[in-house]
């Protein structure tokens, strides 16, 4: 079994930066597809990024290119979701996933969730 913890979300200005981390425990995640959805309030859960195991594979949404950036540190067991030029349609509460298969964009596809960090943006 693998429990995720998810910190760093809260509230922040249109335009600033976050940094999201997972922190996994139970076992070690480096063999994993790990990612990142949200869900928007009032909406259903949707894929913001995944990152093979070793790191060298990313891929976005098309709302996350050229703003998020997900990586990990296999070492600390962790995942990190890099936010930049945040918008108040970013708002949502950010769900880090684990073992991931198939196209890694599918909720269905993931074994492992985290509870969700709350990510606010608003002047």
């Known amino acids: 079994q693998v429990q995720l913890v998810e910190s760093g979300g809260g509230l922040v200005q249109p335009g600033g930066s976050l940094r999201l981390s997972c922190a996994a425990s139970g076992r070690t995640i480096r063999d994993y597809v790990m990612a990142w959805f949200r869900q928007p309030p009032g909406k259903e859960r949707e894929f913001v990024a995944y990152?093979?195991?070793?790191?060298?594979?990313?891929s976005y949404a098309d709302s996350a290119k050229g703003r998020f950036t997900i990586s990990r540190d296999n070492a600390k067991n962790t995942v990190y979701l890099h936010m930049n030029s945040l918008k108040a349609e970013d708002t949502a509460v950010y769900y880090c996933?684990?073992?991931?298969?198939?196209?890694?964009?599918?909720?269905?596809?993931?074994?492992?969730w985290g509870q969700g960090t709350q990510v606010t943006v608003s002047s």
């Open positions: 990152i093979s195991w070793n790191g060298l594979s990313t």
């Open positions: 996933a684990a073992q991931g298969r198939g196209t890694y964009r599918a909720l269905y596809e993931y074994n492992y």
